[in-house]
C-alpha cells in the first residue's frame, strides 16, 4: 500500500509557475524609462456595453523608444479609450491625432525610480509568499501521505523534492527582481 502513496509534484509545479506568470505580468505592468506595449495591457475600455482590453479595440505599437501609439479601429472608442487610459493610474497624459492616442513616456526621477523598485520588491515578495503557500500544501499532502502509512524513506524523499522546487522558484523571483529592479534605475 504504502508503494502507490505519490506526491503530485507536476501539480505544485503548475501552481508556482502560475505564481512566476503573475509576477511577470506585475513587473509588465511597472512603467519603466521605456515604452512598453505591455504598459497598456490591463487597460479596459468599456466597448459596446462590456469592459474590453485595450489592445482589442485597437492595435498597440511602440514606434519610439519613449511612445506608445494605439491606432484605435472605431472612431466611436476614441474618446472612451482615452478617458480609460487617464483613469488607469499610469500618469500619462494621452494625445490625440484622430484615431491615434499617442502616449509620451516622460523621463523619470530619481524618486521615482526608487518608489518603482520597492513596488517591484513588493511585487516579488507576494509571488515569495505564493510560492511558499504552495510548499505548505505540499508539505500537508506529504503529512497526510505519511498518516495513510507512507514510510520515512518516501517521506524525506518528497519532502526534500518540494523544498528543492521551491528553492528554485524562490531563485527565479529572485533573478526577476534583480533584473526588474536593474531596469527601472537604468537612465
Known amino acids: 500500500m504504502s508503494d502507490e502513496i505519490e506526491i503530485d509534484i507536476d501539480d505544485l509545479q503548475r501552481r508556482m509557475d502560475g505564481a512566476m506568470n503573475s509576477l511577470k505580468q506585475e513587473f509588465a ?6 515604452a512598453s506595449a505591455s504598459m497598456v495591457e490591463p487597460i479596459m475600455v468599456d466597448a459596446y456595453g462590456s469592459p474590453t482590453p485595450i489592445n482589442q479595440i485597437g492595435t498597440v505599437n511602440v514606434p519610439e523608444p519613449r511612445m506608445v501609439t494605439i491606432n484605435v479601429w472605431d ?16 500618469g500619462i497624459n494621452p494625445q490625440l491625432n484622430g484615431t491615434i492616442i499617442m502616449l509620451p513616456i516622460p523621463e523619470l526621477n530619481e524618486e521615482r525610480r526608487k518608489e518603482l523598485t520597492r513596488v517591484a520588491a513588493q511585487y516579488a515578495e507576494h509571488a515569495r509568499v ?3 503557500n504552495v510548499r505548505r500544501d505540499g508539505m500537508d499532502q506529504i503529512k497526510k501521505a ?6 520515512e524513506d518516501d517521506q524525506k524523499f518528497w519532502s526534500d523534492e518540494v523544498q528543492t522546487l521551491t528553492d528554485k522558484m524562490t531563485a527565479v523571483v529572485d533573478k526577476m527582481l534583480e533584473g526588474k529592479q536593474a531596469e527601472i534605475m537604468q537612465v
Not at 505592468?29 to 521605456?34: Q, V
Not at 505519511?146 to 514510510?151: E, N
Open 29 to 34: 505592468s511597472l512603467r519603466t524609462g521605456r
Open 75 to 90: 472612431k466611436g472608442l476614441v474618446s472612451k479609450a482615452e478617458k480609460a487610459i487617464r483613469d488607469s493610474g499610469l
Open 130 to 132: 505564493a510560492v511558499r
Open 146 to 151: 505519511k498518516a495513510a502509512g507512507m514510510s
